[in-house]
């Protein structure tokens, strides 16, 4: 592609374009005629032409397999779901990260620029980093709008949306909803079931292998449904303090209560007096569990839950937050363990 | 005959060309009817919340008062209970609210307070000063392109700093952008006042770079990803511009333009490192004398960012060198040369602690911005006159209250060619207002 900015075209890259094609009659003929101008040809119509040959060789390799990018492995992993080998699948943002804060490197745009299906979170949680990276990835398919740009969050139930005069005194507040909605196992069905009606629609030949993977998706969740449901049973009710507003669907499907945040606005570090409060806080109400996503400092927690002689639990928010958690269901496997144990060591 | 066989080709590239933006709005019935769907229920939910609303005020007494705003903290009691309200009608999308300001651009106010105690030497900058107010405009505009606007408020005056439209979705996986914009000339020639990690700009910028403004014109650039080796990313950009920049181009007449190349690469050295090359190369006709003007720049910039601990630690390198071809009248040509090297270390989620080293030569007679008081000579001088040699240091010392405003407080020390010393304190408030679109890495 380097030649495109100097003065003479080679012909290798051409034969490489060559080799790609689906059609090798049609493309032989057609670059037999390009070739045929040789010497006569404008430098210009001949980039153009090639220009044309290249599409031609993109879209026939896109055509094999669904290339699709999410913004964080959660998506990633339901897309993989439905998706299963009749897709490549790679996502932005690391499980063990905040993903909030991701920097746009152009590393993600050379995965972007081959993107036919971007699926992403919304709600803004990517606002920080994603539009820079969809505008410079120079490909049409995943922009907004465009038909290979999936937002998640229209399939899913979304919990917080503030009423009322909203402020940045609020803290980075979401004014259309919490973006944490994948921590509810409902969300999760929802939003498989949208990526693979997405995927069907775009790929009609795999429709049925993606709605097959779908609804074995869904019973193999339902099943397992039930024993996260007993497993968590017994701490309906239980209330906790969780770092940041992470899990406010994954506390109202499992009835845990959350009392206070050591945020004292989301994305506001702890301040002393906040934290005294949240003391005060557990103290007054027995509360005995802090939840604390991977990303944020222990410190703060650590030293409330010394003073309260409760417990800190690191839960995962995202698959891939440890190495043992690849899919939606070790996800929920980890943190209600997790929990479960928490409960019963704290009492 | 072989313009028989050319003419077909290029109707058939125009055929090609021209479905792809009918494809991209081919509608996408099924997503519209999903759409559709939550915003049915969701219009059902709120009808039924306003129902419980107007329930519960006909049940509350008379002379009960008016309750005050939400605090932060019960929002979430507030969303809770009205998701308890609608357990058979949930909430399904999150879009629903502000529908009519939905096509309203991102609009976005950042202002730049300055102030500065110490001895300027010969580069006067006024003692308090809301230095700059940068008024950010940007939305898609169709399909095809989006449109970023962002006006330069100072004390006294209005400049368009930058204002374009970006098309999206050309084929080739080329990108072109018209309009008046930053060159992509080096790393801190593109960036704007606001997330430079220092006060003021380099020395080699100020004075062979066009100071503060840079090399910022009207004109048009095209760039491409260009496919490389290695997990490599490799970006070619080639600009030309009217061939405006104060000090450096001047265009006189209309094809005096001025054009500038990048070429940038890009690898990820592990999952927390990365390193960044650019080579760049500017020329333009001469604000002195009948002929041109070049600028060749190298720059590098090494990032880490550990991503478990993202945001508490990350250290960032800079440096760019950059050497100037710059005409003389009686066909002498100076050749003066810049650099800084840089470095910023993120102590803590709020802080941040950074140093900066600078070199730059420059015309004794050369206009730099803040200006230079030259000497009386010059005023016979056509061109930049004889190099002097500027050399200077920075410690820079960084608080974040929160992402949207900052502290900085910036110790600098400069020796300028004339001979004379400045040891100035800068320190500098930054804050925005509303939605101020990301800018690219």
Known sequence: MSSFFSSSFPWEPMERIRSNMTNPYETRAALSGVLNLGGFMPKLLRALAALVLMIGAGTAHAASKLNVVTATEDLAALAREVGGDHINVDSIAKGYQDPHFVEPKPSF????????????????????????????????????????YLDASQFAKILEIPTGQITRAMGDVHPLGNPHY?????????????????????????????????????????????????????????????????WPNFCEHYGLDVVDYIEPRPGIPPTPSHTLEVINTMKRENIKLIFVEPYFDLRTPNSIASATGGDVVQIMPSVGGVKEITNYFQLFDYDINLIANAFNKVK | MKRLIVLPALAGFLLWIGPLPARAQTPDSAELLNRMKAMEDRIQALEAEIQTLKGQQAAAPAAQPPQPTPAPAAVTAQVSTAAGAGENL????????AAAKVF??????????????????NRYTPALEMHESELGLQAIIDPYARGDFFLSFGEHGVDLEEGYITFTSLPGAFQLRAGKMRAAFGSVNTLHNHVLPWVDRPLVNQNLVAGEDGIDDAGLSLSRIIPAPGQIFLEGTAQAFRGDTEGVFRAARRSDLSTVEHLRAYRDI????????????????????????????????????????AIYHSFVGRSEFVWARMANLGGSTSTPFGYYVSGDYQLGR????????????????QPTAPLTQTSAACAAVTGIGPLIQDTGGSVLLTYWPSEFSQVRGQLKRTHYGEGREANEFLLQFIFSLGAHGAHPF
Not at chain 1, 213 to 223: I, K, V, W
Not at chain 2, 286 to 295: H, T, Y
């Open chain 1, 182 to 246: 994948w921590l509810d196992p409902g969300n999760g069905r929802r939003i498989a079931k949208g990526i693979a009606d997405k995927m069907a629609e775009m790929q009609p030949g795999d429709a049925s292998y993606f709605q097959q993977r779908s609804a074995d998706f869904d019973n193999r969740l339902a099943a397992a449904e039930k024993g996260w449901e007993a497993k968590m049973a017994p701490f309906r009710g239980r209330k906790i303090i969780t770092y940041h507003r992470s």
């Open chain 2, 350 to 365: 709020r802080w941040f602690l950074g140093g900066r080293f600078d070199r730059s030569q420059r015309g004794l007679c």
């Open chain 1, 109 to 148: 745009l050379l995965r972007l620029q081959k993107a036919d299906l971007l699926i992403v979170v919304g709600l803004q949680l990517e606002i920080g980093w994603l539009p820079p990276l969809q505008t410079q990835s120079r490909n049409s398919k995943i922009q907004v709008g465009a038909n290979g």
């Open chain 2, 104 to 121: 309203n651009p991102d609009m976005s106010a950042i202002g730049d307070f300055i102030g500065s105690a110490g001895n300027p030497a």
């Open chain 2, 90 to 97: 949930p909430v399904y999308g999150g879009a629903g609210a």
């Open chain 2, 270 to 309: 592990s999952e927390s490192t990365n390193i960044a090359l650019g080579g760049s190369f500017a020329r333009g006709h001469s604000p002195f004398v009948d002929a041109e003007n070049q600028l060749y720049g190298v720059d590098a910039t090494l990032r880490w960012k550990p991503l478990r601990r």
